[in-house]
């Protein structure tokens, strides 16, 4: 599973966090992935990143969000997402920009290679 572009990569993930569906979203991410909340500890390959983003939905938060910038060179893209976590009460609970290194497979699919989730918020 991946994305046809990656432009779309960030609506699959909003899509599948929102749907509580860990094991797909993990899909989005490439087998040895690494991927950050907050620029200090990180979970490396999709096991841990599993793990990572099912802590997250546990919360019963829902997501809503937008691809900011999308530059690609070759088989590689570097892509930014403006997002929010909603409570059921659709206050706004956290929100950051985002910044993802995706890579385009042998299946033509794009995937994330790099993703840290508050990165363009933080100094």
Same mark, same amino acid.
């Given at each position: 599973?991946?994305?046809?572009?990656?432009?779309?990569? %960030?609506?699959?993930?909003?899509? @599948?966090?929102?749907?509580?569906? +860990?094991?797909?979203? #993990?899909?989005?991410?490439? $087998?040895? /992935?690494?991927?950050?909340?907050?620029?200090?500890?990180?979970?490396?390959?999709?096991?841990?990143?599993?793990?990572?983003? %099912?802590?997250?939905?546990?919360? @019963?938060?829902?997501?809503?969000? +937008?691809?900011?910038? #999308?530059?690609?060179?070759? $088989?590689? /893209?570097?892509?930014?997402?403006?997002?929010?976590?909603?409570?059921?009460?659709?206050?706004?609970?956290?929100?950051?920009?985002?910044?993802?290194?995706?890579? @385009?497979?042998?299946?033509?699919?794009?995937?994330?290679?790099?993703?840290?989730?508050?990165?363009?918020?933080?100094?």
């Amino acid at each position: 599973m991946g994305a046809t572009s990656p432009e779309l990569t %960030a609506d699959l993930f909003i899509e @599948r966090f929102n749907a509580g569906d +860990a094991a797909g979203m #993990v899909l989005l991410y490439e $087998d040895d /992935a690494v991927f950050t909340y907050d620029g200090e500890e990180k979970a490396v390959g999709r096991g841990q990143i599993e793990r990572a983003l %099912a802590g997250f939905m546990m919360a @019963r938060l829902k997501m809503r969000g +937008a691809t900011v910038t #999308v530059y690609v060179s070759g $088989d590689r /893209a570097l892509t930014r997402m403006k997002w929010e976590m909603l409570d059921s009460s659709g206050v706004v609970q956290s929100s950051a920009i985002s910044c993802e290194v995706q890579k @385009r497979g042998a299946d033509g699919l794009w995937r994330f290679q790099i993703d840290d989730a508050t990165a363009g918020s933080r100094a």
